[in-house]
């Protein structure tokens, strides 16, 4: 027998369950179904085919981009996730005043009033051969001539990156921090131990949520961007994003379906192994 508050729960789910299906589910699998399909300079050819599938994993030039990705992604993971923590950290517990600790906070979020383009591209003159950074190294004496790999290389690129997303790892940390027990850092102080202890046994353990989160934003958000490595390397570096981007712009739909249908798989994976780690649901 159905029970009238199951009904009236459906109901009330059944708008975002549309919006889901309507704007996520059938999206994807059109993809699924066009990354099957077959593509020629002029046409494409609705017929199942498995060759897309087998450039992508048999070609040398997509396994070096898929790696290249990786090493993106895993940088700029690791830098969001040193300064996210730290920042976090200092507002939790070292800004007494709520008043103040929302406001610091909000401080972070201002240069996000902005697009993510604009806030990337303010870099290039910052970074460039003739750039701020240049020219005050050089006016310091610190370096005889300007040092080519700040723009147009892997380090721009990550530099923007951790630019960009360092404020997806501070926000759920500084969320998770915000939340623990006031009482189980003054206990194990009680007890002898010392901050490193407490931070490594106390705030870390219990603050992982938050880096989870942080985490699954960060990785998501570089594996799937495309426009940054294209602006910040100079079109000289290249990743899964750009892979999908240049085979839209040659009208390759197949191609390009397929390789987002493989990456949609690889981010799956990665957030699946994480949620190992911590049952997010359970702990927040």
Known sequence: MIRRSDVIGWLLASPLMLVLLAFLVVPIGTLFVVSFWQATEYSIIPAFSLENY??????????????????????????????????????????????????????????????????????????????????????????????????YSDFSVILAFVHLNTLFMITPIFNTMMRIDRSLIEAARDNGASDWQILWNVIIPLSKPGIMIGTIFVLTLVMGDFITVRFMSGSQSANVGRLISNDIALLQYPSASATSMVLLVTVLILIGILMRFVNIRKEL
Not at 125 to 135: E, T, W
């Open 54 to 151: 087998q450039f992508l994993l048999t070609s040398a030039v997509t396994w070096k981009v898929f790696l290249a990705t990786f090493k993106y992604a895993f940088i700029a993971w690791v830098l969001c996730l040193l300064i996210g923590f730290t920042v976090a950290y200092y507002l939790a517990f070292h800004i007494r005043s709520a008043t103040a600790q929302m406001a610091l906070f909000l401080l972070c979020t201002i240069p996000f009033l902005t697009s993510n383009i604009i806030r990337m591209i303010s870099w290039i003159p910052f970074l460039g051969r003739n750039g701020i950074a240049n020219q005050t190294l050089m006016g310091l004496g610190v370096i005889d001539q300007p040092l080519e790999w700040l723009l």
